[in-house]
């Protein structure tokens, strides 16, 4: 039955019940900063104030909260329609149905669908990219169709995350190494490329017109010269981990023993992966899933050296989302053309990552609709429209967790779990606007939200 269509349909309804259920699992509602930015953006189109993201998220938030009359489900519909879009374009046209599927398990996947994030939203345009590159390289479309196509969702892409551009810059080292094999299509290539670079460039100038800077530029360099070798070196282990399709579990704690050991056994496991993925990849003489690993790799390079200058979040899941989605495309694609395993036994590694991967976002379970909630109902009883929001209790709340088959227990404060990251995730998401003190106010202000108020408010609720 695994390896059935039936058994595809039941995993991609199992798949699209979990990214449906575990945001509600998540405290936050899967919520972060990245996406608050969004949002705020978002609530201010069409005017535009603020470039530190691109656009084209935002807008699709602002569409489809004209269906839902907020930002947060807006997001899960968007997910939804991203997800079902992408199985159904590869069920349509035959384009490596079952890889799509099993791509839809790794870690990569599984996190960034469950969490709101604007790497779901250009997945589609990613997908279709893939396929028009496809059907480009086995010559079933025209060098002009493909200019213009590949033109359009590179430019859409760039518009979603300016990130994305590194994956189209990825091209250019590709086609002077493979220029003798790529011959008939290098001109392709190379001018959709050069298309998207314009449109690109055109779009940071109206951001400078109309803002004052191309990419918020002023806001994105690293001058944190105190933890910069140490986050590098957190990054470095970031790109190790893209070849681990299952799991992303990193230590940087090495203050005992057994957490340096634990270190070195994860980063052992994830240089096993590169080393099967090298023997994998060179049993590949197609020119497609070359170019898939190449442009995933360089991607992460750059990504890599891109972190260094400007400071960003470390490099994990999010950050290297499109070289992990690539990569293993590729390697997927020679696994089943060279029947290196059989489909049942991707099937069975693909329900232990989804497994996996979801014990490992959700842990704990918290009703996120009740904080919510609360919430939605503590800015009602205020008597004016809130405006700001500072944490004054600065409330620090520990996970335990004991390791399997000791007695030893260890402690660890997710940033995720704490009541002030909550706070702030869900306040703007009810309200874009609201603006987040990070220094305490000299005057107390009735527009102010203070951390304290809304655990009082909580413990008059529940005491009713």
């Excluded at 449906?20 to 900063?33: D, Q, R, T, Y």
């Excluded at 395993?341 to 704990?364: P, R």
């Excluded at 209790?393 to 996970?399: G, M, Q, T």
């Amino acid at each position: 039955m695994l390896s059935t269509m039936k058994g595809y349909i039941l995993l991609i309804l199992f798949i699209l019940l979990l990214l449906i259920i575990i945001p509600f699992l998540l405290a936050n509602g899967g919520v972060g900063g990245d996406f608050t930015s969004y949002l705020k953006i978002a609530s201010e189109l069409p005017q535009l104030k603020d470039n530190l993201f691109p656009i084209g998220f935002p807008f699709i938030l602002k569409i489809f909260s004209l269906i839902t009359g907020e930002y947060f489900y807006s997001s899960m519909l968007v997910k939804v329609i991203c997800f079902l879009s992408i199985i159904l374009f590869s069920y349509r046209k035959q384009f490596y149905f079952k890889e799509t599927v099993f791509l839809m398990c790794i870690k990569s996947i599984i996190w960034m669908f469950t969490l709101q994030s604007s790497e779901y939203v250009g997945l589609p345009f990613l997908y279709l990219y893939i396929y028009y590159t496809h059907e480009f390289f086995k010559s079933k479309i025209s060098t002009k169709k493909y200019i213009i196509i590949a033109s359009c969702l590179g430019i859409i892409l760039c518009t979603i995350r300016y990130a994305n551009a590194l994956l189209f810059i990825s091209t250019l080292p590709f086609i002077l190494l493979y220029f003798k094999k790529l011959k008939p299509k290098n001109k392709g290539l190379f001018f959709s490329t050069t298309l998207i670079g314009i449109g690109l460039i055109s779009y940071l100038l109206i951001n400078y017109i109309v803002i004052g800077s191309f990419t918020g530029e002023n806001r994105r360099i690293n001058d944190e010269m105190d933890t910069f070798w140490f986050d590098t070196y957190v990054d470095f282990i970031g790109v190790i981990n893209l070849s681990n399709p299952i799991f992303y579990i990193k230590t940087f704690d090495y203050s005992s023993n057994i957490k340096f050991l634990l270190s070195l056994l994860l980063i052992s496991i994830d240089l096993l992966w590169w080393f099967i993925c090298f023997k994998l990849i060179r049993k590949s003489k197609d020119v497609f899933t070359h170019f898939l690993i190449f442009i995933a790799v360089s991607n992460a390079l750059l990504t890599f050296f891109s972190a260094m200058i400007q400071g960003i979040e470390p490099l994990g899941i999010r950050l290297l989302f499109n070289s992990s989605y690539l990569f293993w495309f590729a390697l997927l694609i020679i696994i089943r053309k060279n029947n290196i395993i059989s489909d049942k036994t991707i099937f069975i590694i693909s329900l232990v990552a989804l497994f996996l991967n979801s014990l490992i976002i959700v842990k704990n379970p918290i009703n996120f609709i009740y904080h919510k909630n609360n919430l939605e109902q503590f800015i009602k009883s205020k008597k004016n429209d809130p405006k700001y929001y500072y944490d004054d209790e600065k409330k620090e709340v520990e996970s335990i967790y004991q390791i399997p088959f000791t007695d030893k227990k260890f402690k660890h404060v997710h940033e995720n779990r704490q009541p002030d990251f909550i706070n702030r995730a869900i306040l703007r998401v009810i309200n874009p606007s609201i603006i987040i003190l990070e220094d305490q106010p000299k005057i107390k202000d009735n527009t102010i939200i203070y951390s304290s108020d809304i655990s009082h408010f909580e413990e008059q609720k529940n005491s009713r």
